[in-house]
């Protein structure tokens, strides 16, 4: 069964950082590119970054570019998002997610931006 548990949100002012994490179980996590999705109050998802499976390649939507970094460790079956100089429209739920026929999704974690 395919897991995604995202973790490492919470309450950042305005220029701060955080360093979000999605540890994977039950597929085999280095022969697939996995992605960062968000979903703020009150909109649909919006596509954050995206990453190859041997990181060879990696994408980031045009709001995060140069902010945000992803990266992943397939010895330890984990994706990460490092995000700095936050904004207040970074505020929402960020998930992990794969695609194998269907999308899995964790169950996300909230980050949320104010001062």
């Known amino acids: 069964e395919v897991q995604l548990v995202e973790s490492g949100g919470g309450l950042v002012q305005p220029g701060g950082s955080l360093r979000l994490s999605c540890a994977a179980s039950?597929?085999?996590?280095?022969?697939?590119?996995m992605k960062w999705v968000r979903q703020a109050p009150g909109k649909g998802p919006e596509w954050v970054s995206s990453?190859?499976?041997?990181?060879?390649?990696?994408y980031y939507a045009h709001s995060v570019k140069g902010r945000f970094t992803i990266s992943r460790d397939n010895t330890r079956n984990t994706l990460y998002l490092q995000m700095t100089n936050l904004k207040p429209e970074d505020t929402a739920v960020y998930y992990c997610?794969?695609?194998?026929?269907?999308?899995?999704r964790g169950q996300g974690t909230q980050v949320t931006v104010t001062s």
């Open positions: 990453i190859s499976s041997q990181s060879g390649s990696k």
């Open positions: 039950g597929f085999t996590f280095g022969n697939y590119g």
């Open positions: 997610a794969t695609r194998d026929g269907r999308e899995y």
